[in-house]
């Protein structure tokens, strides 16, 4: 089935993001496949605020890794996978205790360590639309 979901400007991130939460169930990798400057980050952002993250969510373009904490207590991983050139990099910083850990995964730049996602992974494409409106869309 497919699901889309149109994110028409930045007021309209906080309904998207709960919707997007809803529809995508018990999924917990999401790898978000988009151009640069599409809203990814933005977008989490936007998923982290709705499951009541308080902590500052940018970008972990030199980290790799940024961990959030939910209202609840359960970690989020927020992945950057832009700057990996090699399949090792992300090996050794444990990238399959996270995926495997039960807990949302959010990876950006997937496409960098395509070999190394499970098969669950669910696949987001993320448009930029002529009216600079954002298109969300996957199957499951």
């Known amino acids: ?14 309904r998207a993001a709960g919707e997007f939460l809803k529809e995508i169930g018990n999924n917990r990798i999401i790898a978000f ?14 998923i982290c605020k709705a499951l009541g993250v308080t902590d500052t969510v ?33 090996v050794d910083i444990g990238l399959d205790d996270y995926l495997y850990s039960g807990n949302l995964c959010i990876l950006e730049w997937p496409e960098n360590i395509e070999p190394l996602l499970p098969e669950e992974t669910l696949r987001i494409d993320i448009t930029v639309n002529p009216d600079l409106s954002r298109t969300v869309v996957w199957e499951d």
């Open 1 to 14: 089935m497919q699901h889309r979901i149109t994110i028409k400007n930045t007021d309209d991130l906080d």
């Open 58 to 90: 940018c970008s972990p373009t030199f980290t790799i890794l940024n961990e959030y904490v939910t209202k609840d207590g359960v970690p989020v991983y927020h992945f950057d996978f832009y700057r990996i050139k090699d399949l090792r990099e992300a």
């Open 33 to 46: 496949h988009a151009p640069m400057g599409a809203g990814k980050t933005t977008f989490t952002t936007a």
